[in-house]
């Protein structure tokens, strides 16, 4: 069995340059890879293009790379709560395709199945389908959206095993499971890393051939985006 684990944070990121494009999983602040954002910061690479839902907020996630504008292209399907997100999309220092979000997710998926496009009835008759090829099926209008193509696809997930076994938990199972094989080099940062064997075959949700290295996190911060309580009574 093929031992995906790498040493450390740099040796997983080794390859990462200027002007690629990366995936990165997550939906918010949930189940984003944390340790590799916090290297790409670190190593001051850019000329990026960010393939995610969204850009996290103004001081975490993807929001850190912005601030040091190292993005040039955001490929996302919601501006969310980032600020800095929307100024340099409005003043056109940030390039912004926005997609649908379920056309996102489905060019991830197409590109980790090997289809290089598919059809897709949503954004039809909106500047979404502008420049695109459109094709009737059942009486019904479809844009044509081509799969992504990306050099390395960053995911999270709760617990892995040496061979790239991946298991999430809960919400973080958004973005990240569609990412994983959807770029030349997929590399997973888990919680947990385990020895190959350790995980129940039938709890594992992308086998390991999706992923090329594997690491185990140190620090996770996991902030909420919007913490909502209830008063007390």
Not at 19 to 38: D, K, R, V, Y
Not at 59 to 88: A, P, T
Not at 111 to 133: D, H, L, N
Request: glycine share 10%; net charge negative.
């Amino acid at each position: 069995m093929i031992n995906k684990k790498v040493a450390n944070i740099n040796e997983a990121m080794h390859g990462v340059t200027d002007n690629m494009t990366l995936m990165l999983g997550g939906f918010g602040l949930c189940g984003i890879p944390e340790n590799a954002i916090a290297h790409l910061v670190t190593t001051g690479v850019k000329g990026l293009t960010c393939i995610s839902n969204n850009a996290g907020v103004d001081d975490f996630g993807l929001g850190l790379l912005l601030h040091k504008h190292q993005i040039k292209k955001m490929i996302s399907s919601y501006v969310g709560e980032n600020d800095e997100f929307e100024r340099q999309m409005l003043s056109g220092e940030l390039d912004v395709e926005l997609v649908p979000q379920g056309t996102l997710v489905e060019r991830c998926r197409a590109a980790q199945s090997g289809f290089p496009a598919f059809y897709t009835p949503a954004g039809f008759g909106t500047e979404v389908a502008e420049g695109k090829e459109t094709r009737e099926f059942n009486g019904k209008m479809y844009v044509l959206e081509k799969a992504f193509e990306a050099d390395f696809a960053f995911v999270k997930a709760w617990k892995g095993d040496e061979a790239g076994n991946l298991i999430f938990k809960g919400t973080a199972r958004n973005f990240n499971p569609a990412m994983c094989g959807a770029a030349k080099i997929t590399v997973a940062e888990v919680e947990e890393l385990v020895p190959a064997g350790t995980l129940d075959p039938n709890q594992i949700h992308i086998p390991g051939i999706f992923i090329q290295r594997i690491f185990q996190g140190e620090v996770y911060e996991k902030r909420i985006e919007q913490r909502t309580v209830r008063k007390k009574s």
